[in-house]
T-cell receptor, first 120, second 115 residues
């Protein structure tokens, strides 16, 4: 079974600075998807960035970028020029791209999350 | 596009009451919908996966008779918590996707409080 680990329960960053959130995962599959979701106090889950495992190039989305190290099974999120609105819980998630016979299909497996605080 | 509406956003009711939560995809057809449960300061845990027109697939440890899921159309899935008790109090979140291998779009969640 796949697992996702976020080793940093809480992180803090100064406004306009850069912060990196860590995520590692365990899987025996070669093809899969990785995601970072943001959950602000309003509780809605917002997709921040997505990475396909078969792509070597790291995904970027404006101020958000990832460092995807497939061999190390690492998927960290870098937030540049942090803003007050970035404060939230951040969840790393894994999704298989294979059909799971006898089980759920396409479900996300989440890490425990990292609470990010942004100081003005 | 890809808006998912979840209703109600907050429910407070007495123990023994059955509560229905709706998850609607407003601008796309959702072949697959997922129901998650999130305890305070915890991650999202998948409860079940529902596919339109077929029975839901429940995760291990989730009581099928307790959490009834219906996915009768391509835009609506419902989760009914039957005879709810205080231990069922939690945050329930749905997500919808065009297919099992397509991106999931989340609703705003429902905060359920059983007194």
């Amino acid at each position: 079974a796949q697992t996702v680990t976020q080793s940093q329960p809480e992180m803090s960053v100064q406004e306009a600075e850069t912060v990196t959130l860590s995520c590692t995962y365990d899987t025996s599959e070669s093809d899969y998807y990785l995601f970072w979701y943001k959950q602000p106090p309003s509780r809605q889950m917002i997709l921040v960035i997505r990475q396909e495992a078969y792509k070597q190039q790291n995904a970027t989305e404006n101020r958000f970028s990832v460092n995807f190290q497939k061999a190390a099974k690492s998927f960290s999120l870098k937030i540049s020029d942090s803003q007050l609105g970035d404060a939230a819980m951040y969840f790393c998630a894994y999704r298989s791209s294979s059909w799971n016979y006898g089980g759920s299909q396409g479900n996300l497996i989440f890490g425990k999350g990292t609470k990010l605080s942004v100081k003005p | 596009g890809a808006v998912v509406s979840q209703h109600p956003s907050r429910v407070i009711c007495k123990s023994g009451t059955s509560v229905k939560i709706e998850c609607r995809s407003l601008d796309f057809q959702a072949t697959t919908m997922f129901w998650y449960r999130q305890f305070p300061k915890q991650s999202l845990m998948l409860m079940a996966t529902s596919n339109e027109g077929s029975k839901a697939t429940y995760e291990q440890g989730v009581e099928k008779d307790k959490f009834l899921i219906n996915h009768a159309s391509l835009t609506l899935s419902t989760l009914t918590v039957t005879s709810a008790h205080p231990e069922d109090s939690s945050f329930y979140i749905c997500s919808a996707s065009r297919g099992w291998d397509q991106p999931q779009h989340f609703g705003d969640g429902t905060r359920l409080s059983i007194l």
